[in-house]
């Protein structure tokens, strides 16, 4: 394991982030080597065999992602809701929150009045 990583629980991780050191389950085999670069999908799949934390590497800075492809893939995920569809208004609300906090948009902590 490289000494520049740092040991994060599940629910600090996010997609892009890189692993140290491979993963392994409880019977010792390997989820994910060294270098892997997590996405959504592998991070929701941790829980469901059993890892709490994962050492992510803090050698490569992580990317931001523009917001255009933010946006796209937000688009994507919300394919089947129209965003003028107001009988849908519970998915264009989560729509909304989502993109919100995607895109870093909204009241910093320190702004609040």
């Known amino acids: 394991m490289s000494d520049t990583y740092e ?11 890189v ?7 409880a019977h010792g085999h390997v989820l994910l080597a060294e270098g892997a670069v997590l996405s959504e999908a592998t991070i929701l799949s941790l829980a469901r065999h ?7 590497s803090r050698a490569v800075p992580l990317a931001t992602p523009e917001p255009a492809t933010i946006q796209a893939r937000l688009d994507h995920l919300f394919r ?3 965003r003028d569809d107001h009988g849908d208004w519970a998915t264009g609300l989560l729509r909304r929150y989502v993109e919100d ?13």
């Open 101 to 113: 906090y995607r895109l870093k948009r909204g009241v910093a902590a320190g702004d609040a009045a």
């Open 80 to 82: 089947h809701n129209d």
């Open 50 to 56: 059993g890892i709490s934390a994962a050492p992510i």
């Open 19 to 25: 692993l140290a050191d491979a993963l392994l389950d």
């Open 7 to 17: 040991l994060l629980p599940l629910a600090h991780l996010f997609p892009g982030m």
